[in-house]
């Protein structure tokens, strides 16, 4: 390993958004190129509820692969106060479904049917402590009086804690964690929780909201926070740590979804996500800690082989389009119009 070229294990992305139908389509390509697998979220519409809509949904997305690509969607369910017990042992034989999805209803993109009370669902998370299903959780309150900078803090004091005091089996992911105080709560716990960090919230803080102006290519959910937690994350990720692992939250929108008077949540990273964390990883003068970040911990984690093959990259700068094509329109992607500082440059066999 030098300064400009980088060999490291195929990594995996923990935490990705593919879309459906002609969106789908559009944004796969950027996904495979990079990464060997992505845990694939289910918040379509209508939300993947059940096994037989998340093989359904694998299905279109092997399909949608440009031709040669090697790729593994790993599927999950979305939870709902509705989610019979018996689906969990389903997905648990199933071999294409990996974990279960909640959100708080109303948090973030088709989160509509997400759940409103947590005890609700107690009996479908005490089945999946038991047959050992991951939970993902989006960590937010969506409680109208409570700060959208503090929504965060508030899940983990209100939900998060006694979550783990309840169900101490239960294997958890706190998703795209964005705050010290979630960095401090995974760090401290056992191994059987973790937490996926992405690209964006390791490179911008709240800043980059309004620069210049509003900038809603950079709002996503949860919120950029103040540049204590950004360094904190960039401290966690690159530390060694095997709670903290790859999850990119690569959400596409078409352009006028985001450049609206209510615009939608979301920053699009699949287009040159291993890049940036490189990036990242490199501002913090741990390169070296990227292949185990991006490569080992999540796959651990969900107790899946670690890939075989490996990805280069090298310190040579492209200037990202201005935008990408997205379902008969366009994505405006992270740093369009800017410039990166890695590149990928090829893949090679273990």
Not at 162 to 179: K, Y
Not at 238 to 243: E, K
Request: charged share 20%; proline share 6%; hydrophobic share 40%.
């Amino acid at each position: 390993m030098t300064s400009t070229r980088l060999e490291i294990t195929r990594p995996d992305d923990w935490h990705l958004h593919l879309r459906d139908g002609d969106a789908l389509g559009s944004v796969i390509g950027h996904t495979a190129q990079r990464f060997a697998r992505a845990i694939v979220m289910p918040n379509l519409k209508p939300p993947v509820t059940t096994v037989a809509q998340a093989e359904d949904y694998r299905a279109r997305i092997m399909t949608a692969l440009p031709p040669g690509a090697r790729f593994q969607p790993l599927m999950t369910l979305y939870l709902t106060e509705d989610t019979p017990v018996e689906e969990i042992a389903r997905a648990k034989d199933s071999g294409s479904v990996f974990a279960v999805k909640y959100y708080p209803a109303g948090a973030t993109t088709n989160s509509q049917s997400g759940v409103r009370e947590l005890s609700r669902v107690y009996p479908v998370i005490e089945a999946m402590a038991r047959h050992q299903l991951p939970l993902l959780l989006h960590g937010e309150v969506t409680d109208a009086q409570i700060d959208i900078f503090d929504r965060e803090r508030v899940f983990i004091e209100r939900h998060l804690m006694p979550l783990r005091e309840r169900f101490p089996e239960l294997r958890m992911v706190l998703e795209h964690i964005t705050t010290r105080d979630a960095v401090d709560f995974v760090r401290a716990a056992p191994a059987n929780v973790g937490a996926t960090i992405t690209a964006h919230h390791l490179l911008l803080n709240r800043n980059a909201l309004f620069q210049g102006g509003i900038r809603p290519h950079n709002f996503c959910a949860p919120i950029l926070k103040r540049e204590t937690h950004r360094a904190a994350l960039l401290q966690a990720a690159t530390n060694g740590d095997a709670h903290f692992f790859l999850g990119t939250d690569s959400a596409p929108h078409i352009r006028a979804a985001k450049e609206s008077d209510c615009g939608c949540a979301g920053v699009y990273t699949a287009h040159a996500a291993i890049e940036l964390y490189a990036e990242a990883f490199e501002q913090a003068g741990k390169l070296d800690q990227l292949e185990a970040f991006a490569s080992f911990h999540g796959a651990d984690f969900y107790r899946l082989p670690r890939n075989q093959d490996r990805i280069v990259l090298e310190r040579t700068a492209w200037t990202v389009p201005e935008e990408y094509p997205l379902a008969g329109a366009t994505c405006k992607p992270m740093r369009a119009g800017e410039s990166i500082a890695w590149s990928v440059v090829g893949h090679t066999a273990h």
